[in-house]
């Protein structure tokens, strides 16, 4: 059975940091073809940041330069470092897995696995 727990989501001020980790458990763990997205109330699931099958990485443009995406082997563990956090990165981060190859990275319909989410709330 496949389970991606994701710890890490906390409360913060703009312009603070947070690193998001995801362990997985069940699933052939490669470190690679792997995503966050994030999603806020009233809106729809988003990309954040992915990993492809080959280990290339794909930021969402808002993500660029204050997000950087990371996997540890020997942990089983993706994660996602994020800087600089601004009011508008509050919402509920999901991590995902298992996606057919050249499906969009970025594009929640593309992932089979998720996990139960991590909140992360940024105040002004």
């Known amino acids: 059975q496949v389970q991606l727990v994701e710890s890490g989501g906390d409360s913060v001020q703009a312009g603070g940091s947070l690193r998001l980790s995801c362990e997985v458990f069940?699933?052939?763990?490669?470190?690679?073809?792997m995503a966050w997205f994030r999603q806020a109330p009233g809106k729809e699931r988003e990309g954040v940041a992915g990993?492809?099958?080959?280990?290339?990485?794909t930021y969402a443009d808002f993500a660029k330069g204050r997000f950087s995406i990371s996997q540890d082997n020997t942990k089983n563990t993706l994660y996602l470092q994020m800087d600089s956090l601004e009011p508008n990165d509050t919402a509920i981060y999901y991590c995902?897995?298992?996606?057919?190859?050249?499906?969009?990275?970025?594009?929640?319909?593309?992932?089979?696995?998720w996990g139960q989410g991590t909140q992360v709330t940024v105040s002004s």
């Open positions: 990993l492809n099958s080959v280990g290339i990485i």
């Open positions: 995902a897995a298992g996606r057919a190859v050249g499906n969009p990275v970025l594009k929640a319909r593309s992932w089979r696995f």
């Open positions: 069940g699933y052939a763990y490669s470190g690679t073809n």
